[in-house]
């Protein structure tokens, strides 16, 4: 993709299926050439204007709107031409294939290359144009996808706060902060022989305290905004009739597991995705976890434990209508010690306790009691999963963010966690000091694409759907 950027290409940039408007776009080098060709006329810049789309042989594939952005005041920063059609997806292949028809014919009749290569674009080319010309920087423009990819209203707005900048600023700040404290280091490490102690007299050590801070600032919201974006897994599991199928039918709202009384009845893994205060949770409801002779439950039950090993939280769910028989007492704490072995340490498992309708009248203190049967005690399990997930803020405070934005975040932490120990040596160790600060720099610009390998970005775009 990168290598091919100076291409033009064109997509139906519309979803597929048939819809009552469809989009074909085009993005180049010097289309006006190619806007004749298929409108018949010229176009003013930025005005809409309604007429036929023309075939080679002059007649009308569709009418519609046509929409012509001269460089570099454009989405891509190159001419672009927006055809807007019927959304038929039979019209709009016609209309992509008259566009690299009609440049095939430029071509040809102007005896040089007016619109080499006019080509079909890959996915997500018209947002990697942008940002490869500026337009956008890397963090936003993965903002789009996300945009486009939200589950959630508080996803959704959170994204667009991102595709406005308000991540990228951040950013930016502290990159600037960043570069004015390698200044000082950088100058006193040039002037040596000056008796002028730059670092003291300009506060270093207050600099870089006032910088990690904030990076911790923009760091814990960073957080946020990449749980609001990826969410969590939650498994549930427990022994048979427990009530797991109930409890995943009742925080989803609807009866998406069989519950019956017979022990055994969920065989497979069924999971729904539901959300919390805008969080997004896939809830994982599994079989039971019991010894087992039946071959098809034995699968289901090695299925639960694959889903298990594999959660960001477990629900273990007891029965409270049976916390008073032995052997049930028994095979909790068979399942709970093997929970222990087999999870790691930082996955939580919040031990719930079911049917508290059922319960006998003495209920002992065991903590999260609810009943999924009547929805009591579900709020507070809401809350405690938001707690475990580490939510915090209001979706209003929140960008969107991914993993690699936090984990570029961390190292920058750890980069100036060991300048502030370097800067208690001075200047015999102002070179290393100077090189941790650069490394942080660079892992900043990590996050908007200033120092980005070409391998990312083409993973990062191959992501977007075509026409993006």
């Not at 719930?352 to 903590?367: S, T």
Request: proline content about 4%; hydrophobic content about 45%.
């Amino acid at each position: 993709m990168l290598a091919d950027r100076n291409a033009p290409i064109a997509a139906i940039a519309t979803a597929p299926g048939r819809g009552a408007v469809g989009i074909v776009r085009v993005s180049g080098r010097g289309l006006g050439a190619l806007v004749r060709a298929l409108c018949g006329r010229e176009l003013q810049a930025r005005q809409a204007r309604y007429g036929p789309f023309v075939a080679s042989d002059g007649r009308a594939i569709d009418h519609g709107l046509a929409l012509f952005f001269p460089a570099p005041h454009s989405f891509t920063g190159e001419d672009v031409l927006e055809l807007q059609a019927h959304g038929g997806p039979v019209v709009l292949q016609l209309l992509l294939a008259r566009c690299l028809e009609a440049a095939a014919e430029i071509d040809a009749a102007s005896g040089e290359s007016r619109l080499p290569g006019l080509r079909v674009a890959d996915p997500g080319e018209f947002t990697q144009r942008a940002f490869l010309n500026d337009k956008i920087d890397l963090a936003q423009a993965e903002a789009i996808a996300d945009l486009i990819d939200a589950s959630t209203e508080a996803a959704a707005r959170s994204a667009s706060r991102s595709l406005a900048g308000e991540f990228s600023r951040e950013v930016h700040a502290l990159r600037d902060a960043l570069i004015h404290l390698r200044m000082l280091v950088e100058a006193t490490l040039d002037f040596p022989e000056e008796e002028i102690d730059f670092l003291r007299q300009s506060d270093a050590q207050g600099q870089l305290d006032r910088l990690q801070a904030r990076l911790a600032q923009v760091l814990a919201r960073t957080r946020q905004g990449a749980l609001l974006r990826e969410g969590i897994t939650v498994v549930i599991a427990g022994q048979p009739n427990a009530g797991k199928s109930s409890l995943l039918n009742a925080l989803a709202g609807a009866e998406l597991a069989i519950v019956t009384p017979i022990a055994g009845t969920t065989r497979d893994v069924v999971s729904q995705s539901i959300q919390i205060e805008g969080v997004p949770l896939n809830v994982v409801d599994t079989a039971g976890l019991r010894e087992s002779e039946d071959p098809v439950e034995k699968i289901g039950i090695e299925r639960a434990w694959e889903r298990i090993t594999g959660a960001d939280a477990v629900l273990f769910l007891h029965d409270l209508s049976r916390l008073g028989e032995v052997p049930y007492q028994a095979d909790d704490a068979r399942i709970r010690a093997t929970l222990a072995e087999r999870l790691p340490a930082q996955v939580p498992v919040i031990e719930v306790f079911n049917k508290q309708d059922l319960a006998p009248a003495a209920l002992p203190d065991v903590g999260l009691a609810l009943s999924a049967r009547t929805g009591e005690g579900l709020a507070a399990l809401r809350a405690r999963l938001l707690e475990v997930a580490g939510w915090q803020s209001a979706p209003e405070g929140v960008w969107l963010a991914r993993e690699r934005h936090v984990q570029a975040l961390g190292r920058v932490g750890g980069h100036l966690q060991a300048a502030h120990d370097l800067l208690a040596a001075q200047a015999s160790a102002l070179d290393l000091m100077a090189e941790e600060l650069r490394l942080g720099q660079n892992a900043l610009g990590e996050i908007t694409g200033e120092f980005t390998a070409d391998d990312l970005l083409g993973v990062i775009f191959s992501k977007f759907c075509i026409g993006k």
